[in-house]
């Protein structure tokens, strides 16, 4: 019995040893967004009362030079995770098969130290699939897209974090990321405190984040956590404008896509004497936000050979404002985009203080100090820079970075619209004149001319789709156009469109339609020539319509957004089918039908 009793005694005090121990140390939150650069963060004294960046620039470490490794979310992302380059972790793009379960996570060091740990996704491409999910107790990745929302906004998802600390976390420390990816989707509707919607565009989503911030900061104070959690709220990417036209984002290697927000709010066991609202402005990288989770974790990554692109923690300046590390430091940037998309080899940079070297057949050389939106390229032989030039230069062969060629102008061509111009139904009109365009430059383009198709249905623009039908010989864009014009001699080769008509339905006919959906609506609208229960055929396809238009909506944002999302589908962008039979005049009515229960506005 006393055995028993000194055993248990010694399974209460080590039970409570480690839960003292949990309690005692800092956790830490990640805030990781999409689209934010430094310049989209206004740290002056004049900005909102309820401005969560003005609270992380009066109680932070502001880097003003700090870049992600990629444009792309999920490698930047893995970077932050792991404190290594892609070219370490092999994860280049947002596409398969993500990061292995040999590369070590942060968040697995701090499960392994009894951390809770968490993640809270707002949406593509940061899915379980991209292999981040290791090391997290809660990896919450439900997200069900809507006509409204395809994303989780940050606002849900930093409710659905504090829900969790205060159920489940309790007293304990905790290691947990927030992925926001809302400054993308300008088109989603936003709400003022006084209820009042916000215009669309991302000044608005960058106010709504801002106003979100705050009130996740002030219930971190409110509940005793602010002082104990380490925060970081990191850009993950930038935003290309219309000053280089012809650089898709998602392979724009320049400062104003690859030079990030970073704050770190240190957490503070004593209250200093001035508030930590330092800034640093020598180049750090993601990667060593990455070396920085290891090190307030207790661990480090051991490097096994001398690395061209050496990390560092950024522990020393949290503490001071000095930064130990040389100015020269080389980084690497770095878009696989074209490798996954299958349009080219990875395209990389480097950047070494103020030299930025863009690997290209034709290199391109920037003095950031003197030109700082990078417009005037320099010759590669300019005196002043050129043993930093031959570094980085050689920097990249040794590590067998190829040269990235010359992108096909129809990649250029087909992505060249804003987001705005795909996304906004007022600006649809303009849309569909601009494919015009594009397609008129690219006529061997797939993409452009089904683009193109899907919106003139959708705009009933009946000439452009009778040309489109006409020109590339598919019969039924050129059918249906042809029946809204009230031309008598219309007629269609299909053997799916010939169900609509034949007055028996037979095997055959059926064995010769391979569209399902369509099918689907043929057994409602003929349900009585098959047998068939007309109500429940009816309920049938139109869920199957639902998510066949809630999948054409995802395409189109993705089209919108320069195809950096994984749609895993088999259907394109273009009209289907029954789109283009519900246009037909004779079922006006059943496309009202049919469109009204989606609960979105009639296309």
Not at 155 to 174: L, Y
Not at 227 to 256: A, Q, W, Y
Not at 336 to 358: D, E, F, M, Q
Request: charged share 25%.
């Amino acid at each position: 019995m006393r055995k028993i009793i000194l055993t248990l005694t010694l399974i209460l005090l080590s039970l409570v040893q480690l839960s003292c121990q949990t309690k005692d140390r800092n956790s830490i939150l990640i805030i990781a967004v999409d689209e934010l650069t430094i310049s989209d963060v206004n740290c002056s004294q004049d900005s909102s009362e309820r401005s969560g960046f003005q609270l992380l620039c009066s109680e932070s470490v502001r880097f003003t030079h700090a870049f992600s490794p990629s444009p792309m979310s999920v490698p930047a992302l893995a970077s932050l995770l792991t404190g290594l380059y892609p070219y370490q972790h092999k994860v280049r793009h947002n596409g398969g098969p993500g990061l292995t379960a040999e590369v070590e996570l942060a968040s697995e060091v701090a499960l392994d130290q009894d951390y809770r740990t968490s993640f809270f996704s707002g949406g593509a491409p940061v899915f379980r699939r991209s292999g981040l999910n290791q090391g997290f107790e809660l990896f919450d990745d439900n997200i069900v897209p809507t006509f409204r929302s395809l994303i989780r906004p940050f606002k849900q998802n930093a409710d659905a974090f504090r829900q969790w600390v205060h159920q489940d976390v309790g007293g304990m420390s905790f290691f947990s990321v927030i992925y926001v990816p809302d400054l993308l989707f300008t088109n989603t509707e936003t709400l003022t405190d006084l209820g009042e919607a916000r215009n669309l565009s991302f000044e608005s989503q960058r106010e709504e984040l801002d106003e979100s911030l705050f009130e996740l900061f002030q219930d971190l104070k409110s509940s005793g956590h602010w002082d104990s959690t380490t925060i970081f709220l990191v850009g993950l990417n930038g935003h290309t404008g219309n000053d280089r036209p012809k650089e898709l984002s998602s392979m724009n290697l320049h400062g104003e896509n690859t030079q990030v927000a970073l704050f770190i709010k240190p957490s503070q066991k004593k209250k200093r004497d001035e508030a930590i609202h330092w800034k640093i402005d020598q180049n750090v990288s993601l990667v060593d936000v990455g070396r920085t989770l290891f090190h307030l974790l207790g661990e480090s990554i051991v490097d096994q050979a001398p690395q061209s692109f050496p990390a560092q923690s950024l522990t020393e300046v949290m503490k001071s404002a000095t930064a130990t590390w040389p100015e020269d430091r080389p980084l690497l940037l770095e878009s696989g985009w074209a490798l996954w998309r299958k349009a080219g080899p990875l395209k990389t940079a480097a950047i070494s203080n103020h030299v930025l070297y863009i690997n290209e057949e034709k290199p391109r050389l920037y003095n950031t100090l003197v030109d700082r939106f990078e417009t005037n390229p320099l010759p590669l032989l300019q005196e002043s820079i050129l043993p930093t030039t031959q570094k980085l230069q050689n920097l990249l062969y040794r590590n067998q970075f190829v040269s990235f060629p010359a992108l096909n102008s129809e990649w250029t061509t087909k992505l060249s619209l804003p987001y705005s111009r795909w996304m906004r139904a007022d600006q649809e009109d303009l849309l569909l004149k601009d494919l015009k365009r594009l397609q008129a430059q690219q006529p061997r383009s797939l993409d452009l001319l089904n683009w193109t198709a899907q919106i003139a249905l959708n705009r009933k623009d009946w000439d452009t789709l009778k040309q489109l039908g006409q020109k590339n010989k598919i019969s039924t864009w050129q059918f249906v156009a042809e029946k809204n014009l009230n031309v008598k001699t219309a007629k269609v080769s299909d053997a799916c469109f010939d169900l609509v008509t034949v007055k028996t339905i037979g095997t055959d006919n059926l064995k010769n339609c391979n569209d399902g959906l369509f099918l689907e609506w043929i057994d409602w609208i003929r349900a009585d020539a098959r047998g068939l229960s007309r109500e429940a055929q009816r309920k049938r396809f139109e869920r199957s319509f639902r998510n066949y238009m809630l999948d054409q909506l995802i395409q189109r944002n993705n089209i919108a957004a320069g195809l950096i999302w994984d749609t895993s589908r088999d259907n394109i962008f273009a009209p289907s089918r029954v789109e283009l039979a519900l246009a037909l005049p004779e079922f006006s009515k059943l496309r009202h039908q049919v469109y009204k229960s989606l609960t979105i506005e009639e296309l």
